[in-house]
């Protein structure tokens, strides 16, 4: 089955840096979307960024747009996103998950998830 384990969270101050880690296993899909959410307390999960193997599109969103990228490392089954210039509302537990199919930015259209992995910017 489907499996998706993140790492790379950790706490940085204000205008640091982190890059999270999304690998990808056990899937039988030719091409496939990996979408990046987050989770703040007492808030709703949100895309951050998705990107769609087909053709590499990526989307953002407007929060993390210019300091986020998504990439992958198609040999390595991995899914990056690299945070630049965090500031404190960017600290949120942070999840991978995946479709096999085209991307969407709402969190229903995936089911499978990983397990997240907690960013905190002080």
């Known amino acids: 089955h489907v499996q998706l384990v993140e790492s790379g969270g950790g706490s940085v101050q204000a205008g640091g840096a982190l890059k999270l880690s999304c690998v990808v296993s056990?899937?039988?899909?030719?091409?496939?979307?990996i979408g990046w959410f987050r989770q703040a307390p007492g808030k709703e999960r949100e895309a951050v960024a998705t990107l769609y193997t087909g053709n590499n599109a990526t989307y953002y969103s407007d929060s993390v747009k210019d300091r986020f990228t998504i990439s992958r490392n198609n040999a390595q089954n991995t899914v990056y996103l690299q945070m630049n210039d965090l500031n404190p509302e960017d600290t949120a537990r942070y999840y991978c998950?995946?479709?096999?199919?085209?991307?969407?930015?709402?969190?229903?259209?995936?089911?499978?998830w990983g397990q997240g992995t907690q960013v905190t910017v002080s």
């Open positions: 998950a995946a479709a096999g199919s085209g991307c969407s930015w709402e969190r229903t259209w995936y089911n499978h």
């Open positions: 056990g899937y039988k899909w030719n091409n496939y979307c």
